[in-house]
């Protein structure tokens, strides 16, 4: 990758080289054809790095492809007993990081510099 990459800055670098090379250009003449080498150039380069690129993308595609039906399972079985977390928490910046006792239950601790909770009114319908 770095061969390929290195050589198509050489090969982008002495197109401006060969021009100087040159006699230079007549008033009549139209600057078009070395702009158009540069974009061929450019194009040549961006061909290269895509070909380079695609093994990776496909990879990424087939780990996007094996993770997507987890994450989907996981929306859907986590979603609502997060729902129902949030519903109860005022702030999350006021609560410590969760804490697992002795007997398996997880607690999550307010800040002791936090302000008084003050229950939302529409988390009174929520059950844990």
Same mark, same amino acid.
């Given at each position: 990758?770095?061969?390929? +990459?290195?050589?198509?800055?050489?090969?982008?670098?002495?197109?401006?080289?060969?021009?100087?090379?040159?006699?230079?250009?007549?008033?009549?003449?139209?600057?078009?054809?070395?702009?158009?080498?540069?974009?061929?150039?450019?194009?040549?380069?961006?061909?290269? %790095?895509?070909?380079?690129?695609?093994?990776?993308?496909?990879?990424?595609?087939?780990?996007?492809?094996?993770?997507?039906?987890?994450?989907?399972? %996981?929306? #859907? #079985?986590?979603? $609502?007993?997060?729902? #129902? +977390?949030?519903?109860?928490?005022?702030?999350?910046?006021?609560?410590?990081?969760?804490? +697992? %006792? $002795?007997?398996?239950?997880?607690?999550?601790?307010?800040?002791?510099?936090?302000?008084?909770?003050?229950?939302?009114?529409?988390?009174?319908?929520? #059950?844990?």
């Amino acid at each position: 990758m770095k061969q390929f +990459i290195i050589a198509s800055l050489i090969a982008v670098a002495a197109v401006p080289a060969m021009a100087q090379m040159s006699d230079p250009p007549q008033e009549q003449q139209d600057p078009a054809p070395g702009r158009d080498l540069m974009e061929e150039g450019a194009k040549l380069l961006f061909r290269g %790095l895509m070909s380079q690129a695609a093994p990776a993308l496909r990879d990424l595609q087939d780990l996007a492809d094996d993770v997507g039906p987890a994450m989907k399972m %996981l929306r #859907e #079985e986590m979603g $609502p007993a997060l729902a #129902e +977390i949030m519903a109860n928490i005022d702030d999350i910046s006021n609560y410590m990081p969760p804490k +697992i %006792l $002795p007997n398996g239950d997880i607690i999550i601790p307010r800040k002791p510099d936090a302000p008084r909770y003050v229950p939302r009114e529409d988390a009174a319908d929520v #059950e844990l």
